[in-house]
Nanobody
Framework: QVLLVESGGGFVQPVGSLRLSCATSVRRSRDYAIGWFRQAPGKEREFVAAISWNGEMVFEADSVKGRVTISRDNAKNTVWLQMNRLKPEDTAVYYC??????????????????????WGQGTQVTVSS
């Protein structure tokens, strides 16, 4: 069983920044790829960013490209999502998700929520003036 715990959400004004954290319970976090997804009220969950087990491959949604940075420290079993220049449309519950790296068979798999086996409970991000 893999447990994921998100933190770092909150209320921020437009153009502000937040750094979300995803702490994992796995003994060998380097075996897992991690993705971030978000779900706004009344909308479906959507891909935000993802990172391979060793951090060499990162992927970002077009809607956040240039404004987010995903990174990880396997020694700390933590993945971060740094979000800058936040917009009201970034308001959502943000989830991190994990999948064993060996199960990610193609680059496009990182973008699909069906790829991921384990999910956190989410952290709320609200961007408003």
């Amino acid at each position: 069983q893999v447990l994921l715990v998100e933190s770092g959400g909150g209320f921020v004004q437009p153009v502000g920044s937040l750094r979300l954290s995803c702490a994992t319970s796995v003994r060998r976090s380097r075996d897992y790829a991690i993705g971030w997804f978000r779900q706004a009220p009344g909308k479906e969950r959507e891909f935000v960013a993802a990172i391979s087990w060793n951090g060499e491959m990162v992927f970002e949604a077009d809607s956040v490209k240039g404004r987010v940075t995903i990174s990880r420290d396997n020694a700390k079993n933590t993945v971060w999502l740094q979000m800058n220049r936040l917009k009201p449309e970034d308001t959502a519950v943000y989830y991190c998700a994990a999948v064993q790296q060996v199960q990610v068979v193609r680059r496009s798999s990182y973008y699909s929520e069906s790829t991921y086996n384990y999910w956190g409970q989410g952290t709320q991000v609200t961007v408003s003036s």
